[in-house]
């Protein structure tokens, strides 16, 4: 027989809450996922690190699921950790319905802090691809009035941190790409994401380069893409960092070499890096109990 002991503090272990509804505005439910460490009886007071993560999905509608067996990981290591949908371009929401119900999202979670177990004063946003862009937009334009709807309007939607994967910087550069069929399917899509009409302006507003400006202060930064993606070139990434690196920002880079867009571009090594950045830079690592 073999004895071992028992784990009264729970630690390492998570518990999913699906389909939290964060926001009724529309007067359709947008939802959220929740990841949480399971918190013992005793240890009710308990608060945690938000992480607010969202998944690429060319601004259509997030898999919040596709990530969910790596994101685990940090609940176990005492995280919340939010996964977070938005309203769809492709139904008729354009930009920048996306990034007003995200900014909602965290307002909902700060509102509610106290029944997840969040610590309001840090919360970092983590995306892929055009989840990416909107971590990056979160990251550049806290409590900015015109991205703010008035659901829980007392609470702050600004993040401490920001963790972007291969996520769209300029989002105009697309449409100047000397490949003819990258233009026209950035026209098609763009089209879309700015309501039927190509909006130049609309595109230059949702690109996130576009908010680094010197003489500002700025919130750490990690910024990963792979060198081989197809889909967002790695020049997206590298011109952001050389911006915000001239703008003093603190801001690290990843070139993930051979990587293509998702798939090979995910490693144990990377998640690992991830939770160094949270860590030592962004500096709300909250061990679990």
């Known amino acids: 027989m073999l004895h071992i002991a028992s784990n009264p503090s729970l630690k390492g272990l998570s518990v999913l809450s699906p389909k939290i509804v964060y926001s009724t505005h529309t007067g359709k439910d947008i939802t959220l996922d929740l990841l ?5 009886e005793d240890a009710c007071e308990k608060r945690y690190p938000l992480i607010v993560f969202i998944q690429g999905s060319a601004w259509h509608f997030p898999d919040t699921n596709y990530e969910i067996p790596q ?3 940090f609940a176990d290591d005492g995280f919340v950790v939010a996964s977070v ?3 769809n371009i492709e139904e008729g929401h354009p930009a920048p319905a996306f990034l007003q119900d995200v900014k909602t999202a965290i307002r909902f ?3 509610n802090a106290e029944q997840y177990h969040i610590d309001p004063d840090k919360v970092l946003a983590f995306g892929t691809s055009s989840g990416g862009n909107t971590a990056l937009l979160l990251g550049l334009t806290g409590d900015m009035p ?3 709807t008035d659901e829980y309007p007392e609470f702050s939607d600004s993040v401490c941190a920001v963790i972007d994967c291969f996520g769209p910087t300029d989002l105009t550069a697309f449409l100047e790409s000397p490949q003819p069929e990258v233009r026209s399917e950035a026209a098609a899509l763009f089209t879309l994401f700015c309501g039927g009409t ?3 302006e609309l595109l230059k507003k949702m690109s996130p380069i576009n908010y680094v400006q010197e003489g500002k202060s700025y919130v750490p930064f990690m910024i990963a ?3 081989a ?3 967002v070139s790695f020049s997206q990434s590298e011109q952001l960092v050389k911006r915000l690196e001239e703008c003093g920002a603190q801001v690290s880079f990843i070139c993930v070499d051979g990587a293509v867009h998702e798939g090979n571009f995910w490693s144990r090594e990377l998640w690992d890096i991830f939770r160094g950045f949270m860590k030592t830079q962004a500096g709300f690592y909250h061990p679990a109990p």
């Open 198 to 200: 190509l909006d130049k």
């Open 36 to 40: 949480m460490p399971q918190i013992p």
């Open 225 to 227: 893409h792979g060198s």
């Open 109 to 111: 979670l700060r509102a």
């Open 71 to 73: 994101l685990a990981r």
């Open 146 to 148: 015109e991205f703010k």
């Open 229 to 231: 993606d197809p889909t």
């Open 85 to 87: 949908t938005h309203r």
